[in-house]
């Protein structure tokens, strides 16, 4: 009997660890041939075991930094046993990413049918994870058509993917296939974690081109047009990206030992959309995205989201670091995930020549393209409010409610400041570094520490504040501590402008419009007008603001004159002598008039060097590599 009862238990434990082995393997066919049409059809199958299997789609798909994965278009949900027999099945009413399918009695693999409905509107949150189709383009996101398991990692869930393409189409990702015969593609087996992250790109024109720097590991540009002649941009641009993944290489001090691909689209009917990834990046500009009046802002983009190869994805805030796509993630370091990136963006585009500059060496005969841009980001955060209030991690932990919010009284709702003002922070930081240092030092040296660390052995590598912390201190002692409390955490009437000093810079006002302030209303009144005289924003504190005024109102007189541009900014320059303006405004339907208490005159914020300090933007920006 007792014999009996070891072997009974032995069939038992085998039997489990088979199931449980089958059960962290699922197959994946993703029918594309009606994405031009705008639907993804997808079929899977799965171990099942019980009365009752649990399946999630995707709520928290990384890059998008909230639970907004696009459930909603997911129209046609079908399951079934092998032989054809149709399941019912249920939402969780608590959780509507949460299926649960009733399995008759001797039933072990089933298989799930969906339809997905493309090309949601550009506003949604979802943007970068969804899956987009036009006649001649098209983007897979994986999540947008996988149902998962409940109770593994994703890490350890193995998926078997076959994709089907439109006729003639051609591919691009970081996936690679087992074999391809006639638009059918089956790929290696991958873990649903890497399957998500690795987007597919596809079209009738595409191009495959190395960018691989001299000596670098390998890097390809996948690009994807609308018109053959799109995919021959000029080869200087091709040799900026090149230099970029080369200094790429310097900034950060390591190697990884995988290929990376920048996934490039380049349609004027496709959202404009970058999201980064392990080894590759989704990037979708403009048809003209490679031509040289454009390739600025490509190359931030693409810039911006290789920079998270290492910070973000390998480098990751640990409470973003989860099991599954169901945990809801702990949000509060984007200053870093994205703050830091915006920094290594700016700087690295800079580097190496993808922003084209005027003068690389000194102010004369210009401005530097890269250092108006982030001026102009600082004079838009000195009118910015709502930091009285809210502080810059909150812009992270709520990140998702924070893209989509009201239009009206924007400057007192904080939007995600923890990009541009995070990324202050870390020129701030730098700058710390440097004067501290007599220049021996800079944020190039804390970068290779913190996110030049690589293990090939290590799917990712989770970081907390405390660790930052101890890195600078590491690098150079100071009361990095403080800082980052009261930059993060602490609350502020003005937006904190030692940085700019630091970097060799002053807030000087000017009665003409220079090149990080051309608003003649928004910075003298504290309002911005529209051509055709609608009040389109409030400046919180400022003298329309104390007048009574809000957006939307319509001013049709300007001292006693029809409205015209000219006329208010004839009224401003007449304000040290008239102390006030006048307005005649529509609100609504009623007819009001509204006195502005204002003597300042035209006023225009510009940021002029402080030749006593030195020049530390020409020092973080200047080139690394020869």
């Known amino acids: 009997m007792r014999n009996q009862k070891c072997l009974l238990l032995a069939i038992f434990l085998i039997t489990a660890a088979v199931s449980s082995s089958a059960a962290a393997t699922m197959t994946l066919d993703v029918d594309a041939r009606d994405l031009p049409r705008g639907l993804l059809k997808a079929s899977s199958t799965y171990h099942v075991s019980g009365p009752v299997f649990d ?34 099945w249920t939402r969780d009413p608590h959780d509507v990413f949460h299926f649960l399918i009733d399995i008759p009695n001797g039933v072990i693999r089933i298989q799930a049918d969906t339809t997905y409905i493309c090309n949601q509107a ?8 969804d899956t987009h189709g036009t006649s001649q383009l098209g983007i897979i996101a994986w999540n947008t058509c996988l149902l998962y398991p409940k109770g593994y990692d994703i890490s350890d869930i193995n998926v078997n993917l076959t994709l089907q393409l439109p006729k003639e189409w051609k591919w691009g990702s970081s996936l690679t296939a087992q074999k391809e015969d006639e638009g059918t593609i089956q790929f290696n087996p991958v873990s649903i974690r890497e399957l ?13 081109i190395d960018v691989t720097p001299d000596g670098g590991t390998p890097h390809f540009l996948h690009l994807l047009a609308e018109s053959k002649p799109r995919l021959h941009p000029d080869e200087k641009t091709l040799d900026k990206i090149r230099k970029m993944v080369a200094e790429a290489m310097v900034m950060f001090g390591k190697r990884h030992d995988y290929d990376y691909h920048f996934l490039l689209m380049l349609s004027d009917n496709l959202p404009f959309i970058g999201l980064e990834h392990m080894r590759s990046s989704l990037n979708v500009v403009g048809a003209n995205g490679l031509e040289e009046d454009q390739l600025r802002v490509t ?53 190496s020549g993808l922003f084209e500059t005027k003068d690389r060496t000194s102010f004369e005969g210009g401005l530097r393209d890269e250092w108006v841009g982030v001026g102009k980001t600082i004079v838009s955060l000195m009118l910015q409010k709502g930091r009285r209030s ?92 403080a800082l980052i409390e009261d930059r993060v955490r602490g609350w502020h009437d003005e ?15 000017s009665p003409k419009p220079t090149d990080y302030d051309k608003d003649h209303s928004l910075t003298s009144l504290g309002m911005r007008v529209s051509t055709t005289g609608e009040i389109t924003e409030i400046s919180p504190g400022g003298p329309a603001d104390q007048a009574g005024l809000y957006d939307s109102v319509k001013i049709i007189g300007v001292n006693g004159k029809k409205f015209s541009e000219n006329r208010l900014k004839d009224a401003i320059a007449d304000s040290p002598t008239t102390r006030s303006v006048e ?11 509204v006195t502005i208490q204002y003597d300042g005159g035209p006023r225009y914020v510009d940021i002029v060097r402080n030749e006593d300090k030195p020049d530390r933007f020409a020092e973080i920006f200047a080139p690394r590599v020869k």
């Open 390 to 481: 809210i502080n810059l991690e909150d812009t992270a932990s709520s990140s998702y409610l924070r893209r989509r919010g009201s239009e009206h009284w924007r400057r007192l709702y904080r939007p995600q400041d923890y990009y541009f003002e995070g990324a202050l922070l870390w020129y701030e930081i730098d700058t710390i570094l440097q004067e501290e240092s007599d220049s021996k030092l800079c944020l190039d040296d804390f970068i290779q520490r913190f996110l030049g660390r690589y293990d090939k052995n290590q799917m990712l590598m989770g970081y907390e504040e405390k660790d930052i912390v101890e890195i600078l201190n590491e690098l150079l002692p100071y009361d990095w501590e």
């Open 196 to 208: 998500v992250d690795s987007p597919l790109v596809c079209g009738k024109w595409y191009r495959f």
């Open 583 to 593: 307005l005649l405004l529509l609100k609504d339907e009623v007819f009001e008039t």
């Open 122 to 129: 550009a506003p949604a949150y979802s943007l970068g994870v």
């Open 55 to 88: 399946l999630y789609y995707p709520k928290w798909v990384e890059g998008v930094h909230g639970p907004k994965s696009p459930i909603q278009n997911l129209a046609e949900i079908f399951f079934s046993t092998e032989d054809g027999k149709r399941l019912s």
């Open 495 to 509: 937006l904190p402008l030692t940085v700019l000093d630091r970097l060799g810079y002053r807030i000087e006002y």
């Open 299 to 351: 190359g931030h983009l693409i810039t911006h989201e290789y920079g998270h190869r290492w910070c973000g994805k390998y480098h990751r805030p640990q409470g973003m670091a989860t099991p599954d796509y169901q945990v809801p993630k702990d949000l509060r370091l984007l200053w870093v995930y994205e703050g830091l990136d915006q920094y290594i963006g700016v700087v690295l585009t800079t580097r």
